[in-house]
């Protein structure tokens, strides 16, 4: 089965639908113009709107039939701090400077907003279907926030579903695999503290520099000696801050980096492992060093027998040969793992096309993935809760 005939029809109003929000990007916990939007097309739709979830989410519930199944379908909402290039090229280039939709998000909000039409106008199904459209994806954890503050008590799901864009996957084809698609992410900071000195009298002092060179090897350790081989980690230093002069070995320095990893049970092992190694390393050169963890997004795991339902629904709407079952998880993070969590579920990848990748400053979101996507979407409820 190819893009819903009457999706296709109006795939040049979710065209217009994105540019503009393309065109008024806004960061996390900020979207109040995009949740402004968004209630509005829901509310025209004759869909029942609640807002104010995590500040500016919006949820559109919608019911057909008298089953008592239900469903949840969620978009991010957020943009990114990314001065947007190409001046001139795209009509629609953001207003917003310094902010802009670099990861698809404008996309993900339209596609739901086209299933939404769509099954609002035709109801072929039994039961609800709750549109949760959610701030503050990128960084924040605006996924987090909706669950603690009641999302699935508030608006029950017997199953939950996520879907992100993907460059470099062809329009119109998908993704999906049961298990791990995106990493956990953990954060951390170590404070090493020496004893400065003139940079021409070492040894008069306790050099933290050195200390933490040595500490910056030393953590590779984990990922190529700790763990078995088959079990992936990164866990990259990303800063090193020390001193401000040629000539002074400085008495503090400061590292910085992050974890991605699919095992909650590494996880839970790294600030362990990494303060082993930190304490060590210290100690060897007389220095002492104090760690700051911090827990980040869990890893996106799907269920097993809802990633085998969404790729059964993928090949519906674009043919078995364009749904990949076995995709390579990436250890990027995405907190609609808070709600997987909670509720099984599954997060499908859709192909965006030869495009610039995602949190870089050329990216736009693929128009001609957006009937596409809103075909997923309304093609899942009408396969979830068929009338019966």
Known sequence: MPIINRIAEFAPELTEWRRDLHAHPELGFQEHRTSDVVAAKLEAMGIEVHRGMAGTGVIGTLKAGTGDRSIGLRADMDALPILERGEGERPHRSTNDGVMHACGHDGHTTMLLGAAKYLAENKNFDGTVHFIFQPAEEGLGGGDKMVQEGL??????????????????PVGHFAVAPGPMMAARDNFEITITGKGSHAAMPHQG???????????????????????????????????HAGHAFNIVPDQIVLRGTCRVFDPVIQQSLPERIGRIM???????????????????????????????????????????????????????????????????????????????????????????????ASYWAQLVEDRLTRV
């Open 152 to 169: 699935f008590e508030l608006f029950p799901c017997d199953t939950v579903w996520g879907m992100h864009n993907i460059p470099g996957i």
């Open 206 to 240: 306790i050099d933290p520099v050195v200390v933490g060179a040595h500490m910056v090897m030393a953590l590779q350790t984990i990922t190529s000696r700790n763990l078995n081989p088959r079990d992936a980690l990164v866990l990259s230093v990303t800063q090193f």
């Open 279 to 373: 304490d060590g390393v210290s100690a060897t050169f007389g220095a002492t060093a104090e760690l700051n963890y911090i827990k980040g997004y869990p890893a996106t795991i799907n269920d097993a027998e809802q990633a085998a339902v969404a790729a059964q629904v993928a090949e519906r709407v674009a043919g078995a040969e364009r749904v990949d079952r076995a995709p390579r998880p990436v250890m990027g993070a995405e907190d609609f793992s808070y709600m997987l969590n909670v509720r099984p579920g599954a997060y499908i990848w859709a192909g965006n096309g030869d495009t610039a990748g995602v949190h870089h400053p050329d990216y736009d979101f693929n128009d001609e993935a957006l009937a596409h996507g």
